[in-house]
């Protein structure tokens, strides 16, 4: 139980495209999801919180007009980098949290390899 | 703030050699710890969720304990199956949105 899907697993693009990532929660109603940003031998640096129906969060730093959020239903959350750089290269991890997120552990997708040309 | 440290960054084993991880953290309210694994080029894997100091769960060949100011994962008898990156994070309470906040991780290598 308890799957996350993200997809693609690995996109190459150019300088300038906007790329698309969602992330799906198979066999769970998730309430809230988070996405994070993952660099080499580093660990994992939250982006945003995004709660179904609302607004994401975003963290300090992070670009709300670079990195769009959208958690339209309780199983789907999509990242949307827009006109996307070299700079923005990098691995991306959803994460999804059950109803009655308190005390329940955040599941993780397989992460997105964005690659920008 | 909320600081997660683990220690060593990087830890090789014999098979069968057991070992010890450690990750240190100051949080405000501690809700929950966490300790996933992460395989190269993929997602964090869930493992255990701590609460409070005395705690202990176990899977397999792995055992995590809790303190009020640090949480062990051991290891018995590792496979090379085992080798992977450990990674520990903590979830403050008080109006967090139930963030987590992950530490750099253990890479373990166990040989065969």
């Known amino acids: 139980g308890a799957v996350v899907s993200q997809h693609p697993s690995w996109v190459i693009c150019k300088s300038g495209t906007s790329v698309k990532i969602e992330c799906r929660s198979l066999?769970?109603?998730?309430?809230?999801m988070f996405w994070y940003r993952q660099f080499p031998k580093q660990s994992l640096m939250l982006m945003a919180t995004?709660?179904?129906?609302?607004?994401?969060?975003?963290e300090q730093g992070v670009e709300k007009d670079k990195f769009l959020i959208n958690h339209a239903s309780l199983t789907l959350s999509t990242l949307t980098v827009t006109s996307a750089h070299p700079e923005d290269s990098s691995f991306y991890i959803c994460s999804a949290t059950q109803r009655g997120a308190g005390y329940q552990p955040q599941h993780f997708g397989d992460g997105t390899r964005l690659s920008i040309l | 703030e909320d600081q997660v440290t683990q220690s060593p960054e990087a830890l090789r084993l014999q098979e069968g050699e057991s070992s010890s991880l450690n990750c240190s953290y100051t949080v405000s309210g501690l809700r929950g710890l966490f300790w996933y694994r992460q395989d190269p080029g993929k997602g964090p894997e869930f493992l255990f969720t701590?609460?409070?100091a005395g705690e202990e769960k176990e899977k397999e060949r792995l055992k995590a304990t809790l303190t009020k100011k640090e949480s062990f994962l051991h290891i018995t008898a590792p496979k090379p199956e085992d080798s992977a990156t450990y990674l520990c994070a903590v979830q403050a309470g008080g109006g967090s949105n139930y963030k987590l906040t992950f530490g750099k991780g253990t890479l373990l290598t166990v040989n065969p």
């Open positions: 995004s709660n179904e129906g609302s607004k994401a969060t975003y």
């Open positions: 066999d769970f109603q998730a309430t809230t």
């Open positions: 701590l609460y409070s």
